[in-house]
């Protein structure tokens, strides 16, 4: 059985007004009906191949993450005292769960187009992660992404996966070109599975102290339902890192399992832009909008009628009593907005 681990943090400032600190993307329905966290619920929904869920989330994200778990029998909520990267996250769940255990980690706020291609990739990456690898998807790259970092395929392990030869940061555009030419390249979109045992070793190996200081906030913990609080004071001696830095760059066992499956992060505007239905134009109109001789202009109101005429890679946004209007290749900018830092 692989237990999913789906985690819940951050702000999505990047797709302001409609994601907000109150209430961030994953908690809201962009692509579909049902919000990112939902989806990210529902792909794991196969009761003969997936345990109950492990939700790691914080405080202010507590009654979304309740609200959308629904009555899943069995399902945990580990609530972080303070928000301290992926690599502690992970290590709270892998020492709740028991050495043995499949993790398959989630991010809550990705969109996946193929759950069937998902589901396939998470059961090669299993059989793997029991085998004793720590194993990375790696999304198929379709385009020269700089905002992505990338996996470099290696030797083939079997007929489920490869070596990761080397993990790449964010490139810039001519790598990032290179990579797409090269074919032995792909993203890293942030999917992991490995045994806990085997990543909590290794995250000792290489950052005793992170590891050091989750596990006393484990054992000082408390359990409330299916709420576990951390010890807050032992917590708070944790350094903030990424599982990639901590532990995914440093181990000898790292692998990769192929997965072609219509992924998007749902970065920004533009990216959401790119992952909804598009008319023969480009255009997404949701809302009360009109188009009039626009190409790839995408609009998105909760309320006030939007009409555009002849605009050409534009995107807005009215949520409420605020609007956003932003160029597609400015979308990239809109975290930076004050208003977006502080609602």
């Given amino acids: 059985m692989i237990t999913p681990v789906i985690l819940c943090g951050g702000s999505g400032t990047r797709l302001w007004p409609r994601s907000r600190a109150v209430k961030p993307k994953p908690f809201i329905p962009l692509v579909g009906e049902e919000t990112l ?38 399902a945990q909520v580990i609530v972080e005292p303070a928000a301290r ?46 085998e004793g690898w720590l194993v990375s998807f790696g999304i198929e790259a379709t385009s020269p992404e700089t905002g992505y970092g990338y996996l470099q395929r290696g030797e083939a392990i079997g007929s489920l996966g490869f070596r990761v030869a080397r ?26 599975a490995f045994r806990a045992g085997d990543f909590l070793r290794e995250l000792e190996a290489h950052r005793p102290a992170i590891a050091a200081a989750v596990r006393a906030a484990v054992a000082g913990g408390r359990e409330e339902g299916q709420r576990f609080h951390p010890d807050a004071a032992a917590f708070a001696e ?12 440093n181990t000898t066992r790292a692998a990769m399992v192929p997965a072609d499956m219509a992924w998007s992060d749902i970065g920004n505007w533009q ?15 949701r809302g009360r909008a009109e188009l009039v001789n626009c190409r790839n202009v995408m609009v998105d109101s909760d309320g006030p009628r939007v009409s555009v005429i002849g605009l050409e890679n534009v995107i807005i946004v009215v949520d409420g009593d605020e609007v956003l209007v ?18």
Wanted: charged share 15%; glycine share 10%; net charge negative.
């Fill in 271 to 285: 990216a959401l832009h790119a992952a909804l239905p598009l008319d023969e134009a480009g255009n997404v109109a």
């Fill in 85 to 130: 990267n992926t690599a502690a996250a992970i290590a709270l769940a892998a020492l709740r769960l028991g050495d043995e255990a499949i993790m398959l980690v989630c991010p809550s706020d990705h969109h996946i187009g193929d759950p069937a291609a998902f589901v396939q990739s998470a059961t090669a990456a299993a059989q793997l992660a029991s």
């Fill in 326 to 343: 932003t160029s597609a290749d400015g979308a990239q900018l809109v975290g930076k907005l004050h208003g977006a830092a502080n609602q």
């Fill in 238 to 249: 944790v350094v903030s890192e990424s599982v990639d830095y901590a532990v995914m760059e």
């Fill in 37 to 74: 966290f939902e989806q990210a619920l529902s792909r794991c929904g196969d009761l003969s191949r997936f345990a109950a869920p492990v939700v790691v989330t914080g405080a202010a994200h507590l009654p979304h993450v309740e609200a959308q778990l629904g009555s899943a029998e069995g």
């Fill in 167 to 192: 993990f790449v940061e964010k490139p810039d555009l001519d790598r990032a070109k290179g990579f797409l030419a090269d074919g032995g390249y792909a993203w890293n979109g942030g999917i992991f």
